[in-house]
């Protein structure tokens, strides 16, 4: 006979919405576990600022504010916990000594290599035994759902 599972706080998850949510529940919690685990212990949005900088290399710290929609303050903070690391560094603008471009340092590459690397392990634990066509056919309705909602009047 098969064991009863504790039914409590789980509901069947028929909603599209409701699924796509849970699973991003899955794949952000497989990628904190890794942060939690890795030798480098940066919070979520430290590596998003890593990875921004990594896109944009010699970006401001307002042009992470103005992408991120973070607060000024939390991103400074942010940016000075990533830089008392090691892992960014700033360099003054020419034309404006007050403002500074950021660049990922060597160790703020090598950092952002190894989280660039677990995130591709895990997507290919989350797509392991699709085929090239079904990853494509997925993406192609995510994009739908994706534009249906960017349609939606603010």
Known sequence: MP?????????????VLETMHAIM???RSA???SLRDG????????????GFFARHPGATQSELVAHSGRDKAQVARQIRALRERGLLEARADEADRRSAHLY??????????ALHS??????????QGFTAQEQGALLDLLAR???NLQAMPD
């Not at 480098?40 to 998003?48: P, R, W």
Request: glycine share 4%.
């Open 3 to 15: 064991k009863q599972v504790d039914q409590v706080n789980q509901k069947p998850v028929d909603d």
């Open 25 to 27: 529940h899955l794949y």
């Open 31 to 33: 990628q904190h576990r």
């Open 39 to 50: 030798p480098n212990d940066l919070a979520h949005m430290e590596v998003k600022a890593l």
């Open 104 to 113: 990922l340092s060597e160790q703020g590459r090598a950092v952002h290599a």
């Open 118 to 127: 677990n995130d591709g392990r895990l997507k290919e634990a989350a797509l």
């Open 145 to 147: 759902v994706r534009a």
